[in-house]
């Protein structure tokens, strides 16, 4: 594994912060304590209890020795991933963003071990790259990251889908010609050998923003990948410049192969809609159906994933177009697929903190919500026990 030893944490010391304080740590565990001893995100029985365990989590910067910081994008890997890879099953990837200096310019992603908080360097390219939300790891051994780079006078500009093999190495890109422009978000339908990319774009293939969802339909080896076929499928999506978070655009996507839906985070639109078909569709859907845009509650959603319930989690990204309040900065919203708000939840009091999040499942009476913050720069695991309820 390579390893930047200006970052690394000893996995027998505590856990790395960044810009952390105690007041920081009371706040964040009075908020998960909350949230976990309530019903516990996510979490279908109403009589489950979910404590932290053990009371403070692990807590790493995603900030290695070139500075780049502002992490967006957070992947796991999976339990059948490659022996000889950089990172082994059950640790995460994590994106950045900017660079130590300007937005949208960061040419990192790291390694995060979920159990003791080491850290190390997957990949760094030459800038700018601008690494984004849309991250995720194929089992074959391949990792696809996004990026949508600013120019030196700040002006975002449409980047490719970067495919990366086990050890970090670029591999190739996807860009115009496979209808991916700016990758802001990403899901993966994984089936080994074959699978389906779907991709939320910033902008069109001539450079303007026009947001929009791509599905590739690819084949893949431990060598690289091959798109059979590219399709839009979904179009219409609010994308614009945003003098908080550089753009606004389609973000988190999260498919599910049993129903052939997927849901989509339109952080430009500033709310949640569905797809139904989008894996077999053969013409765009459209924008597909709204089934969350409670305008007190979202304020430019970002990363979404399902939660063990089935339900949907996102982050609120607080963007320049949709800034919180002063009472619900960086907010983490459970909702069903219905469209019934379950919860939410702060992660930082400054806004503009929530990005990326997913929950790991860690063996039989635990699982692991982890999420990044992008104020501080860091990744957060909380192991949360259940007392009481079936697995």
């Known amino acids: 594994m390579r390893i930047h030893e200006s970052f690394v944490q000893p996995e027998t010391d505590a856990p790395m912060l960044s810009r952390a304080s105690m007041t920081g740590w009371r706040k964040s565990l009075t908020t998960i304590t909350l949230l976990a001893s309530a019903t516990g995100i996510g979490w279908a029985q109403p009589d489950d209890v979910l404590l932290p365990s053990p009371i403070l989590p692990v807590q790493v910067s995603t900030s290695p020795s070139n500075g780049d910081g502002n992490p967006y994008?957070?992947?796991?890997?999976?339990?059948?991933?490659?022996?000889?890879?950089?990172?082994?099953?059950?640790?995460l990837l994590v994106s950045n963003f900017n660079s130590s200096t300007t937005p949208a310019q960061g040419?990192?992603?790291?390694?995060?071990?979920?159990?003791?908080?080491?850290?190390?360097?997957?990949?760094?390219?030459?800038?700018?790259?601008?690494?984004?939300?849309?991250?995720?790891?194929?089992?074959?051994?391949?990792?696809?990251?996004?990026?949508?780079p600013t120019t030196s006078g700040g002006t975002a500009q449409p980047g490719p889908l970067?495919?990366?093999?086990?050890?970090?190495?670029?591999?190739?890109?996807?860009?115009?010609?496979?209808?991916?422009?700016?990758?802001?978000?990403?899901?993966?339908?994984?089936h080994g050998n074959t699978a389906q990319l779907f991709v939320?774009?910033?902008?069109?293939?001539?450079?303007?923003?026009?947001?929009?969802?791509?599905?590739?339909?690819?084949?893949?080896?431990?060598?690289?990948?091959?798109?059979?076929?590219?399709?839009?499928?979904?179009?219409?999506?609010?994308?614009?410049?945003?003098?908080?978070?550089?753009v606004v655009g389609p973000a988190g996507l999260a498919y599910d192969p049993q129903d052939d839906t997927l849901y989509v985070a339109a952080e430009g639109d500033d709310a949640i809609y569905k797809l139904k078909g989008a894996g077999t569709t053969t013409k765009n859907l459209g924008k597909g159906q709204v089934i969350f845009d409670d305008q007190t509650v979202l304020h430019g959603p970002l990363g979404l994933i399902f939660a063990p319930n089935g339900d949907l989690i996102t982050a609120n990204a607080d963007p320049a177009h949709f800034p919180p309040s002063a009472t619900d900065p960086s907010e983490i919203i459970e909702i069903t697929r219905g469209g019934t708000l379950v919860r939410k939840f702060s992660i930082d009091p400054n806004p503009g903190a929530a990005f990326a999040v997913l929950v790991e499942n860690d063996g039989p009476g635990s699982e692991r919500l982890v999420y990044v913050d992008d104020f501080l720069s860091s990744c957060t695991v909380w192991r949360l026990a259940k007392l009481k309820g079936e697995y």
């Open 162 to 190: 970067d495919v990366f093999d086990a050890k970090g190495n670029l591999l190739t890109q996807l860009g115009s010609s496979h209808l991916v422009d700016g990758p802001w978000g990403m899901a993966l339908n994984d």
């Open 73 to 91: 994008g957070l992947a796991l890997a999976p339990a059948d991933f490659p022996n000889d890879a950089i990172i082994s099953p059950g640790e």
């Open 200 to 246: 939320a774009n910033v902008f069109d293939t001539k450079g303007h923003f026009a947001g929009s969802i791509t599905r590739l339909d690819v084949s893949l080896s431990a060598s690289g990948v091959t798109v059979l076929d590219a399709i839009t499928i979904a179009s219409g999506y609010k994308s614009a410049a945003d003098t908080a978070g550089v």
């Open 107 to 148: 040419t990192t992603i790291v390694t995060v071990d979920p159990h003791s908080g080491k850290t190390g360097l997957f990949f760094q390219g030459n800038s700018p790259i601008g690494f984004t939300l849309a991250l995720t790891i194929a089992r074959v051994g391949l990792v696809f990251a996004g990026s949508l």
